[in-house]
């Protein structure tokens, strides 16, 4: 096992050099990446439609192309989904990532392509791991086996020849075979719809493993990892699984679980490293072991588009190319991809913190924020403002969302926090100050509101019994891997159908 162990991680370190690539050639490589999929789509519906053949460059492009959001493109997608090909993109698909969302009910359905699969996803897979070898050469990550907490899949109900799922369920379905020696649990389990009865079967099947590294989404990782350690009835994971060295992540901010993680993982030898992978394709991964940002990966068949926040609800076209970007400005984040999203609006919203290599980081949803008193809260600012908050308090947050509360004829405006504690804080009240504290300190726009409580008053701390948010996402039929709480809304539907569960 020792001898496989250093092939595989001298196998991978060699991608180390493609990537060198395009972090020396960055616009180069999107600019021919562009002109790649122009030309392999320029006979399909969309490629005629709009003349691809004839597209010279990237300003023709966003001249000709119309910016797209699931709406604009749900007619062609639901045409594929029944059969009809050869609309958005040149070759058959078949697959389709499916998304709820985070603020509605209404399923997404996200073509993937073969392309998509293999020069995107399954690419950045190995990437992360070619990095994390690259950084740790002493790595023993391929000498036991990697956990994968993801979704479930069924067949399409409009075409028998078509699927959707998760697209994490979409990935383990389509693995090469010699990747199920190296993962567990198993595809039957794997891919079980019901999630509680889903969490038992893991436990049970990988609580005598070796497990040397985990991939999922936070939240439902601690809860998979706290049935195991009382199944065990252990205190420590690193008592169960004492080669255990990596953790990969996505999907949410990790600040506010990273404690919850150390208090049950106390290897000194734990490793955290984050990944952007969405249904649209995989954008970002950490690249180093010890930072709050990820590299840009540019060669996965995905042309990016910025569109600075500030014109982002402007009814003209502002997009801007990578070439064009800033540190420290958020941007939303357009894709055209090698599965037929053309000029794509993902709904994420991003920040440059490098420009060379191009190294970003995820700042919140576009339709993610409260702004109901001309406060502009993002979840970047929400994110960093309960980390300090936990951080001078001792409190350890589990789960939160955040909405308004509206001026009455009686009271000013506010904020109402709903909060699950993992810890709670010895005074609530000194941890609300910590947060409003931390919260003028981000955001100019909520320092003017709260000034002498004028516009906005203090903010509102409700503490939640253990559980809610869980029972939240179960009544909505959310549970699993690819859901999550919606940090910040603008209106109170979501916060009062929690609050109503208490």
């Known amino acids: 096992m020792p001898i496989f162990n250093s092939i595989i991680a001298w196998i991978m370190k060699n991608r180390i050099h493609q990537i060198e690539l395009f972090i020396k050639y960055p616009i180069d490589v999107q600019v021919d990446l562009l002109r790649k999929h122009l030309n392999s789509a320029k006979d399909t519906e969309w490629g005629i439609k709009y003349d691809f053949a ?48 985070t603020t509605s009910d209404k399923s997404k359905f996200i073509p993937v392509s073969q392309e998509a699969l293999e020069e995107c996803h399954f690419k950045g897979g190995k990437d992360l791991i070619s990095i994390y070898c690259n950084n740790n050469p002493d790595t023993q990550i391929f000498s036991g086996k990697n956990l994968t907490l993801g979704g ?9 020849d078509a699927y959707y799922g998760d697209v994490s369920a979409i990935l383990m379905q389509n693995l090469p075979f010699w990747a199920e020696l190296v993962r567990v649990p198993n595809l039957s389990i794997a891919l079980m719809d019901e999630w509680e009865q ?21 939240s439902w990782t601690l809860i998979l990892l706290r049935n195991i350690l009382i199944k065990a009835g252990k205190s420590d994971i690193s008592e169960i699984w004492p080669n255990l060295e990596l953790y990969l992540h996505g999907g949410v901010n990790f600040t506010p679980y990273h404690e919850q993680f150390k208090q049950i ?18 954008f970002g991964i950490q690249d180093r072991l010890v930072a709050d940002d990820m590299l840009l990966m540019l060669d996965y068949g995905i042309f990016y588009e910025f569109i600075p926040m500030e014109h982002f609800h402007e009814l003209n076209d502002q997009t801007i190319s990578l070439e064009d970007v800033r540190i420290g400005q958020n ?6 991809t090698n599965a037929g999203l053309w000029r794509y609006q993902i709904g994420d919203m991003i920040e440059f913190t490098s420009l060379s290599p191009y190294r970003i980081r995820i700042t919140g949803r576009t339709k993610s924020f409260i702004n109901a008193f001309g406060e502009e809260l993002i979840v970047d600012n929400a994110e960093k403002a309960i980390s300090k908050a936990c951080e001078k308090s001792g409190a350890v947050v589990k789960d939160y969302t955040a909405a308004p509360i509206y001026f009455s004829d009686t009271d000013g405006g506010s904020h109402q926090w709903a909060i699950e504690f993992e810890v709670a804080p010895n005074d609530e009240e000194y941890f609300m100050e910590l947060l409003d504290n931390a919260l003028k300190a981000l955001n100019s726009d909520y320092e003017a509101k709260r000034y002498h409580s004028i516009a906005l008053k203090t903010p509102v701390l409700t503490s939640l019994p253990t559980g809610t948010f869980y029972k939240w996402l179960k009544s909505k039929g959310k549970l699993g891997g690819q859901h999550k709480v919606p940090r910040l809304s ?13």
């Open 490 to 502: 603008n209106n109170r539907k979501l916060i009062d159908e929690i609050l109503s569960l208490i």
């Open 265 to 282: 993982i106390s290897s000194g030898k734990m490793n955290y490293i984050e990944t952007y992978n969405a249904s649209e394709g995989f």
């Open 54 to 101: 004839s597209i010279k460059n990237w300003e023709e492009f966003k001249n000709r192309v119309p910016l797209q959001d699931y709406e604009s493109l749900k007619p062609s997608i639901e045409r594929i989904r029944r059969g009809e090909q050869n609309i958005l993109w040149h070759t058959d698909i078949k697959w389709f990532a499916k998304s709820s969302g």
């Open 331 to 336: 941007y939303a984040m357009v894709i055209s």
């Open 198 to 218: 889903k969490i038992e079967e893991i436990s049970k099947a990988t609580i005598d493993q070796n497990i040397t590294n985990i991939a999922g989404v936070p």
């Open 152 to 160: 479930s899949h069924q067949v399409c109900d409009m075409n028998t």
